[in-house]
């Protein structure tokens, strides 16, 4: 399957809902999710669980860009993952926990994302079909980020997993800087 997707930091997560409903977005539902990526040779390969929900395994390539980008993705059973990647536990690159509402227009997902350790996101994912065209697609987001456009922050290239990972790069970065003491000169004191 393919949709083509963006996603956005997200500076006002009330004023996005109202965008939503003034658009005529439906809300299907707010959750929480664990995304679990593994290191896999390519693509992203994450095993989602939702609260309520059968866990889901979904492999995805796309590029890393900030415009809105075509996606290519399969999602699996936990059964057919195991058939199509093997039994052996795979190695864990990072997990993602998220609370997402998820709002609906036409065949356009529209996430309102919390994630843990990184901030509050929008993102749009358009499913390509035969009614609606990777144009079709790349027209209703460009309506979409007009629409929400005041409450956008910095467009994202990357996953959050990327970021995750580049986030706990940081901190461990930070954390193995020595610590120094500064001197002061002679005479003077710490204020």
């Known amino acids: ?34 995304d679990t990526y593994y290191n896999v040779p390519s693509g992203r390969l994450k095993r989602r669980e939702t609260a309520g929900e059968t866990p889901e395994v979904i492999f995805y390539e796309r590029a890393n860009r900030s415009r809105p980008k075509l996606s290519h993705f ?4 936990e059964a057919q993952a195991a058939e199509r990647f093997g039994t052996a536990p795979l190695p864990i690159l ?8 998820l709002f609906m227009l036409a065949s356009t997902r529209i996430h309102l994302d919390r994630v843990e350790g990184l901030g509050t996101f929008l993102e749009f994912e358009s499913l390509i079909s035969r009614e609606n065209t990777i144009a079709d697609a790349h ?20 996953s959050y997993s990327d ?9 461990d970065a930070i954390k193995a800087l020595p610590s120094t003491k500064r001197e002061l000169p002679p005479g003077s004191s710490a204020s």
């Open 1 to 34: 399957m393919h949709n083509v997707e963006y996603k956005s930091e997200l500076r006002d997560l009330d004023l996005a809902r109202a965008v939503c409903h003034k658009l005529g977005a439906t809300a299907i539902a707010a959750f929480e999710q664990i």
């Open 74 to 77: 399969s999602i699996y059973t």
């Open 94 to 101: 990072v997990v993602v926990r998220k609370f997402r509402e």
């Open 139 to 158: 027209a209703t987001l460009a309506n979409l980020r007009q629409a929400f456009g005041p409450f956008l922050g910095e467009a994202i290239s990357d």
């Open 163 to 171: 970021l995750l990972l580049r986030e706990i790069e940081d901190q």
